[in-house]
């Protein structure tokens, strides 16, 4: 059974750092292409970042390039999403999805809260 834990939340102040991290495990991690995304109550999910299963290639949403990097580390089943300047409305709940050819996994959300 495959099961994605994210870490890494908290409270931070504006133009703070997080580095949160999904850690894999029940898998072959290495197979399956990653996305962060982000949700809060009453809001749209939205995309944050993906990156490949060999790690090649990542996509941002345009809200946070420049200031979020993704990046993964097959040997430990682990991909990180480091956070940069971070800004008020980057507080959300933030989700791992592990996809192979359209079978998905969840994890249950790791807390961003960004207040001074």
């Known amino acids: 059974q495959v099961q994605l834990v994210e870490s890494g939340g908290g409270l931070v102040q504006p133009g703070g750092s997080l580095t949160l991290t999904c850690a894999a495990s029940?898998?072959?991690?290495?197979?399956?292409?990653v996305r962060w995304y982000r949700q809060a109550p009453g809001k749209q999910r939205e995309l944050v970042a993906a990156?490949?299963?060999?790690?090649?290639?990542?996509h941002y949403a345009d809200s946070v390039k420049g200031r979020f990097t993704i990046s993964r580390d097959n040997a430990k089943n682990t991909v990180y999403l480091q956070m940069n300047s971070l800004k008020p409305e980057d507080t959300d709940v933030y989700y791992c999805?592990?996809?192979?050819?359209?079978?998905?996994?969840w994890g249950r959300g790791t807390q961003v809260t960004v207040s001074s």
């Open positions: 999805n592990a996809d192979n050819l359209g079978s998905q996994y």
């Open positions: 029940g898998t072959i991690f290495s197979i399956y292409l």
């Open positions: 990156i490949t299963s060999d790690g090649s290639s990542t």
